[in-house]
């Protein structure tokens, strides 16, 4: 049986793939920089990849149009099992090529994502307790209806998609000293990875209830595990992807898991302090520096990819500290808000947070 796993070359034919019907289809996310002591941290930099800007609002639109453009489309369309992001992407891309769309979710997969699915056009199957389980009902419906099949994380097309991303990172800034990295069934983290390969430092992280790549660690192998918690919709999988699980042998030395709890502190802090609206698994990265679980040096950039917004707003109701004339107070002066992605100032320092929106990669 040949392993999958992803080459350079993979990301280089994605990165002209989705250059050709850039910016028609796929957004250049901005990469906002700033100081790390805006976050409570003696690091020099902390890097805000804002993904959850992406066409159907999160990361995963990449994978999905790679996946898409690289192949013949039947007539009956795509179909594709998800927690919910990666079957928005699907439909949002679907729908922007005119192709039918059809998304198998778990019983776990928010109505939020589920209203989102049904707005783009996709039929919405409903069925499973987990995604394994959406999934195996989603393979017998594609042998029997011969649509294109779409995986959440583990085709080629689909890693190399995500990691254009990173690509987009290094265009923008050259090189971050750590990459900070969500992990679900692991498309992110090895298209990642895959990218920086050991010039820069990334790292897995998880919820404790849902460590596949943690757990697939401690066995030696992928091996099946118990999710749940805070970002099971988003971070679902039962299993660590066989992509991700050859990239990250290869190129990912940590793995670390975070609460609930610090999950949630993350993402409401993005949420009060930068008026960033993501959901919980974009958060990950900001738990790990606010929880200790990840330390930089004194000199280190470290870069947070914020991997989706698909999430209930009322979710974040209450959570705000407006202060006067719709000023949001941060924790370093009065932030904007989310339409221009420009945090306010250290006061009495020059270091200036910048918004950059890169160049086209390379």
Known sequence: MISLDIARSDIENALRRLAARQPQLLRRTPLMKLPGRQFGLDCAEVWLKLEQLQLGGSFKARGMLSRMLANEIPASGVIIASGGNAGIAAAAAAQALAVPCEVFVPLLASQAKRDRLRQLGASVVVTGAAYSEALEACLLRQRASGALLLHAYDQVEVVAGAATLAAEIEAAAGLPDSVLVSVGGGG???????????????????????????????????????????????????????????????????????????????????????????????????????????????????????????????????????????????????????????????????????????????
Not at 195 to 205: G, H, K, T
Not at 209 to 228: E, H, K, M, N
Not at 242 to 269: F, G
């Open 188 to 362: 992110l983290i090895g298209g990642v990875a895959a990218w920086f390969e050991n010039r820069a430092r990334v790292v897995a992280l998880e919820p404790t209830l849902a460590p596949t790549l943690f757990q697939a660690r401690q066995a030696g192998q992928p091996v099946d595990v118990s999710v749940s918690g805070i970002a099971a919709d988003s971070l679902g999988a039962k299993r660590i992807g066989e992509i991700a699980w050859n990239v990250s042998q290869r190129y990912v030395k940590d793995a670390l898991l975070l609460s609930d709890e610090v999950i949630r502190d993350a993402q409401l802090w993005l949420w009060n302090e930068l008026k960033l609206a993501v959901e919980p698994a974009a958060a990950l990265g900001l738990a790990a520096l606010q929880s200790g679980a990840y330390r930089p040096q004194a000199q280190e950039r470290v870069c947070l990819i914020l991997c989706g917004a698909n999430l209930d707003p009322t979710s974040l109701a209450g959570y705000g500290h407006p202060g006067p004339q719709g000023c949001h107070p941060g924790p370093q002066g009065c932030h904007p808000g989310l339409q221009g992605c420009h945090p306010g100032p250290d006061p009495g320092s020059s270091a200036t947070p910048r918004l950059d929106c890169g160049s086209s990669p390379q």
